[in-house]
């Protein structure tokens, strides 16, 4: 089979079994994707599944690895960012987000997460400011983020 020797057959399956909602599935196919080829996106898709865990230090340490690979992948920085949140690392957190933005400044997701760390931190100007911008996005933001963003405004209000 010579499917068993992909890691980019892994990994789609992997996304197959996330779409399925099955992670633990989804977690043991990006392991072997990741056994046979460390790509940033099998990295980044590793880390999300384990921190949604809580399991953040190997989450961190992926995502240091995918962003190592590859320093201009805006979400590699996104996913070490959103990873350093979680853990309560918010001042690396934000210097990875920034990162993030600034290597693609029109990113709605990235500039959402970082007015929500804005706020956690008590930088309400910095929270405004994105949280402006992106009211001017609305046409772009997914009905998700709409409701985060709706939610960053209240608590701004």
Do not use: C, F
């Not at 880390?47 to 190997?58: F, I």
């Not at 405004?128 to 983020?145: D, T, V, Y």
């Amino acid at each position: 089979w010579t499917h068993r020797r992909s890691a980019y057959a892994h990994y789609v399956v992997a996304y197959l079994h996330v779409l399925d909602n099955h992670p633990a599935r989804a977690e043991k196919a990006l392991r072997k994707s990741l056994a046979l080829r460390k790509t940033p996106e099998a990295l980044m898709d590793m880390a999300w599944l384990l921190s949604e865990r809580r399991e953040h230090g190997e989450a961190e340490q992926l995502a240091r690895a995918a962003s190592a690979l590859y320093p201009i992948l805006p979400p590699a920085w996104e996913t070490l960012g959103v990873i350093l949140t979680r853990a309560q690392r918010l001042t690396e957190a934000e210097r990875a987000l920034q990162r993030a933005h600034a290597l693609a400044p029109g990113n709605t997701s990235v500039m959402l997460y970082l007015a929500e760390l804005y706020l956690r931190q008590g930088n309400k100007n910095g929270a405004m400011e994105l949280g402006a911008r992106l009211a001017g996005m609305q046409g772009r933001l997914s009905p998700p983020k709409i409701a985060r963003l709706n939610t960053l405004r209240a608590k701004l209000a």
